[in-house]
């Protein structure tokens, strides 16, 4: 079946950059979404990466896609304190709508 | 837009209890999720809506969950009786599927607590 696994947590230094990585196992994923979880609140979307493309860049984000491996990363520059959050991967399958989320990273930012 | 709106935002309540959490989607959306969030279980999905008609409720853990969605604008998930295993944060997303990366729009969740 569909599954998304991440590393559950992950520690940096301020403005050092950030990695995050993620598998998932639905190779006909259309399109896969890095989302964000403040402490208290619903997730955020953040990005999104079409299954044809590599790579895409949006300011401080760089979402890398591996589509043979089936891996997704997204890289934080210049990791700031208020970056410090939950981080889902997600992929969505041509077969339905309904995301399939990982359990999250938690970045920590220390100063 | 006001984005998607859950209420109520945190929820105590005696096992055996009924509850009921509600959700108002964005104007205009045509998908509803309902998704329940432990530290153990992360994000699960527990049923979905399209047209305010259920597409796919494989993820509702018990028949003791049950959730309705009678007009375009409003869902209920609803929990009889509950129980202290059913403590977690349960959020509710929209989307639009017109849209090509349908993205979700997520409230801001219900605590729940059951003792």
């Known amino acids: 079946g569909e599954d998304v696994e991440q590393s559950l947590f992950l520690s940096v230094r301020e403005g050092d950059s950030s990695v995050i990585n993620c598998t998932y196992t639905d190779s006909s994923s259309t399109y896969l979404y890095w989302y964000k979880q403040e402490p208290g609140a619903g997730l955020q979307l953040l990005t999104y990466i079409f299954s044809n493309m590599d790579m895409k860049q949006d300011q401080r984000l760089t979402v890398l896609l591996n589509k043979k491996d089936k891996h997704l990363s997204l890289r934080i520059a210049d990791t700031q304190t208020g970056d410090s959050a939950i981080y889902f991967c997600?992929?969505?399958?041509?077969?339905?709508?309904?995301?399939?989320f990982g359990k999250g990273t938690t970045l920590s930012v220390s100063s | 837009d006001a984005g998607v709106i859950q209420s109520p935002r945190h929820e105590v309540t005696e096992m055996g209890q009924e509850v009921t959490l509600r959700c108002k989607p964005i104007s205009g959306h045509d998908y509803l999720f309902w998704y329940r969030q432990t530290m153990m279980r992360g994000l699960e999905l527990l049923i979905y809506?399209?047209?305010?008609?259920?597409?796919?409720d494989s993820g509702m853990p018990e028949d003791r969950f049950s959730a309705k969605m009678p007009n375009a604008s409003f869902s209920t998930l609803k929990i009889q009786p509950s129980e202290p295993r059913d403590s977690a944060v349960y959020f509710c997303?929209?989307?639009?599927?017109?849209?090509?990366?349908?993205?979700?729009?997520f409230g801001s969740g219900t605590r729940l607590t059951v003792v």
């Open positions: 809506f399209n047209n305010n008609v259920p597409i796919d």
């Open positions: 997600a992929e969505r399958g041509q077969a339905g709508t309904a995301l399939i």
């Open positions: 997303a929209s989307s639009l599927r017109g849209r090509g990366f349908a993205g979700y729009t």
